[in-house]
């Protein structure tokens, strides 16, 4: 199946108003999206997640996941999120989204096995181009 024929569901978990309206914008461009929800804190998210569990159709095929936000950082959403990631009908790849050139935080993304990779902000058009259609 060519990967460009399937529109795909999006999560994307970040608490800066600016980042995720410009990331929305560029992510309708890339025409692959069907569905794009948006949590500003990692608590909503996994709210979410929990609440659709057993339900392909709804869980997301990507989640973009920022580190720092209130009431529930993405540290923190991981933590959680590796509880309950076997009952999800559905396992979504995880994006961490972050502006932190922090060596330490690039190096913790890596080293969990839930993170597909770490992307530093902002995200152009091209890299959310080649994450939704598979084509790196």
């Not at 209130?70 to 009952?87: C, I």
């Amino acid at each position: 199946m060519n990967s460009l024929s399937k529109k795909q569901k999006l999560l994307l978990v970040d608490d800066d108003a600016i980042f995720v309206e410009i990331a929305k914008r560029t992510i309708e461009k890339t025409g692959a999206v069907e569905s794009l929800k948006v949590f500003p804190d990692g608590e909503g998210a996994i709210s979410f997640l929990k609440e659709h569990q057993s339900e392909p159709d709804i869980i997301p095929d990507f989640i973009f996941l920022d580190i720092n936000m209130p009431f529930m950082d993405g540290w923190q959403f991981l933590d959680e999120y590796a509880n309950f990631v076997n009952s999800l009908s559905k396992k979504p790849e995880i994006y961490m989204v972050s502006s932190s050139v922090d060596d330490s935080d690039l190096r913790r993304a890596k080293e969990i096995p839930l993170v597909k990779d770490y992307i530093i902000k902002p995200v152009s058009l091209d890299s959310f181009k080649k994450i939704l259609t598979n084509q790196f």
